[in-house]
């Protein structure tokens, strides 16, 4: 294995570890199932926040960032000459001007959530290599998506994001491809 694929593989464990364990909170559980019970759309930014603060807790990183710009290359995305990436954090450890880099979803709708997640896997293929301001690198990125998950099963959520990731020419890797059911709420989260 490349040292490449190997620090690939590193990386996809610690995020879906972390998430997990973010998820695992019973005050993030409560939260969440408070947010179904009264019925609270576009809750993305809670989520950003409370990651943040989890984040800042956590004893293995060593630092984090919410809404890192980067300049986008204008020969591959016209829309745009930034993108903003919602949350950026360092393993102690590793080298302290890079960072793993996650886009965070939110939809009731899992098809929904999982085509907005292939949207910004597009769009962060189009930063350029380091940030407008803290000048970090991107070490790894993922899309981390949380759904309801009425009557929708692990294998049905994967079938549906190789389905799609051939349908739009992105490589894709079904080991690299994590999802969990929240306890004590009705959401599912996915990384990839």
Request: proline residues 2%; contains cysteine.
């Amino acid at each position: 294995m490349s040292s490449d694929a190997a620090k690939f593989e590193a990386d996809f464990s610690f995020v879906c570890e972390a998430i997990s364990g973010f998820f695992s909170s019973a005050s993030i559980q409560k939260g969440l199932d408070a947010i179904d019970e009264v019925g609270i759309t576009g809750w993305e930014k809670w989520w950003q926040v409370e990651f943040a603060i989890w984040l800042s807790e956590h004893e293995d990183i060593g630092g984090w960032a919410m809404e890192e710009v980067f300049l986008t290359d204008l020969r591959r995305r016209t829309e745009k000459d930034t993108i903003a990436i919602d949350m950026g954090f360092r393993m102690k450890g590793c080298s302290i001007d890079e960072m793993l880099f996650l886009e965070l979803k939110q939809n009731d709708d899992w098809r929904r959530c999982i085509e907005n997640m292939i949207k910004d896997s597009e769009k962060v293929e189009t930063a350029q290599e380091r940030s407008v301001d803290s000048k970090v690198r991107i070490r790894n990125f993922f899309v981390v998506g949380v759904y309801r998950n009425t009557d929708v099963s692990k294998k049905q959520v994967h079938d549906y994001i190789e389905q799609r990731a051939q349908q739009e020419d992105i490589p894709f890797e079904r080991q690299h491809v994590f999802t969990k059911f929240i306890p004590n709420t009705p959401f599912g989260v996915t990384v990839f």
